[in-house]
DNA sequence: GCCGGAATAC
DNA sequence: GTATTCCGGC
């Protein structure tokens, strides 16, 4: 197998991050500029703070809050929006994420997440019974379900969401969950919290391995209840690694992308591993996030550093630029999916200039200054081990 | 309010 | 594909 480097493969990476890694340095338009001109479309809820969000123990990264991430699309998606409202203090009178329920949002004032959507899309006459059915639409999605019997609220299905968003998320660590059952904890995957009910760990185990497999083009043995009947986050742009080495197997690191779009062998594709946590990282939630009930938070609060050793992995100190899960794992995940998951210098992007012009970029993620270069010979640094990693996770639909 | 079909736009 | 728009039905 050939090794590539960055710079290549840029279509690998384009479904995953359309915004230029040093995007908080340079302004970008998100739509034509004839489209901006006639309706005055601002950045209406666009995130300020950092590059990544604390949402119920995980952090959302930037690319929830961004159009321009969401696969197969370079416009902003109905959920994005969402999201980008539920995680701003200004807007905790129009939407806020419901108290003790994990990913659910009440919609306290409909008309006015309409005419900030409608304003976001330049559509003057958008209404809730208009946003409403294309969140309905979502439903079939599994991005999202209404929470039946509450008015105007709605639940995400992270799993769903991360599924989208980070096809290539952690493709080469997980056994498959059916095969997990009665393993031994140090055999478990990476990034589960230790309380996490069981019903939640094998849907995100699923999830994961459904990447696997089909990112693999296998076929699982008992088959998959849900993200393989979604085909991979509608399955627009995808990248499908084509053969699998078996799961632990080391390879190098970092390695990403080829050209022609041609899927690199997973080898190449190192997820980020044994970061070592904040000690704090357990009392993340701010007061913009759901509830996270103890029994969901790291159960040792003390030095959980220590109880992720990641042996070869030298601690990182760099910031962490926001990542579902893996952002509740502290700098040194984010800098392994950093090399993981962002685009390379070089590579085209797409400009948005909404977004840029609102100043929501953020200098401390100048992420194509900071971006690895992997090295000839820079195999596999950091240990594949996974047992020690572990996450927040909210509490997804049945 | 909520649902989902249908036509349509982009 | 992802909404937007409209609408009949519950």
């Known amino acids: ?14 479904h995953l991050w359309a915004v230029p890694i040093s995007r908080k340095a340079q302004p970008r338009p998100s739509l034509p500029p004839r489209k901006t001109m006639h309706c005055g479309c601002v950045a209406e809820g666009a995130p300020t703070g950092p590059g990544s969000h604390w949402i119920s123990g995980l952090a959302f990264p930037d690319w929830a809050y961004k159009a321009e991430s969401s696969p197969g699309s370079r416009q902003i998606q109905l959920w994005h929006f969402i999201l980008e409202l539920l995680q701003k203090e200004e807007f905790r009178h129009v939407i ?129 209840p849900e993200a393989a009947e979604d085909k991979m986050g509608s399955g627009s742009g995808a990248p499908r690694l084509g053969s699998l080495p078996a799961p632990f197997q080391p390879g190098p690191c970092c390695l990403l992308g080829s050209p022609q779009d041609e899927p690199p062998g997973l080898a190449s594709f190192t997820p980020p591993l044994l970061p070592s946590l904040p000690a704090s990282w357990t009392h993340l939630s701010g007061p913009l996030l759901p509830h996270v009930p103890p029994e969901w938070q790291f159960p040792g609060t003390s030095k959980p550093d220590t109880l992720l050793p990641g042996p070869g992995g030298p601690p990182v100190t760099r910031p962490f630029p926001g990542l579902p899960l893996l952002a509740g794992l502290g700098q040194g995940a984010g800098e392994r999916l950093r090399l993981f998951s962002l685009r390379p210098q070089g590579l085209k992007v797409k400009a948005c200039p909404m977004i840029g012009a609102q100043g929501r970029l953020d200098p401390r993620e100048g992420f194509s200054s900071e971006i690895h270069r992997p090295k000839t010979g820079d195999k596999s640094p950091v240990s594949p081990q996974l047992g020690n990693f572990k996450a927040v996770w909210p509490l997804d639909p049945p």
Not at 97 to 126: N, S, T
Not at 148 to 154: D, Q
Not at 200 to 208: E, G, M, T
Request: aromatic share 14%; proline share 8%; net charge positive.
């Open 1 to 14: 197998m050939r090794e590539l480097g960055w710079g290549e493969g840029a279509e690998v990476w384009d």
């Open 96 to 224: 806020a994420w419901q108290q003790g329920e994990y990913g659910e949002f009440v919609i306290k004032d409909p008309d006015e997440v309409a005419r900030l959507w409608g304003h976001r899309k330049c559509k003057p006459q958008m209404n809730y019974d208009k946003l409403s059915r294309a969140l309905r639409y979502y439903y079939n999605k599994r991005i999202l379900h209404k929470t039946k019997g509450k008015r105007f609220t709605y639940k995400f299905n992270f799993s769903r969401l991360i599924v989208i968003n980070y096809p290539l998320w952690e493709v080469r660590a997980p056994p498959a969950p059916h095969l997990l059952r009665g393993a031994p904890a140090p055999f478990w995957p990476a990034l589960l919290p230790m309380g996490m009910p069981s019903e939640l760990l094998h849907s995100l185990l699923l999830a994961q391995w459904a990447m696997v497999e089909h990112l693999a083009g296998q076929q699982t043995p008992r088959g998959l």
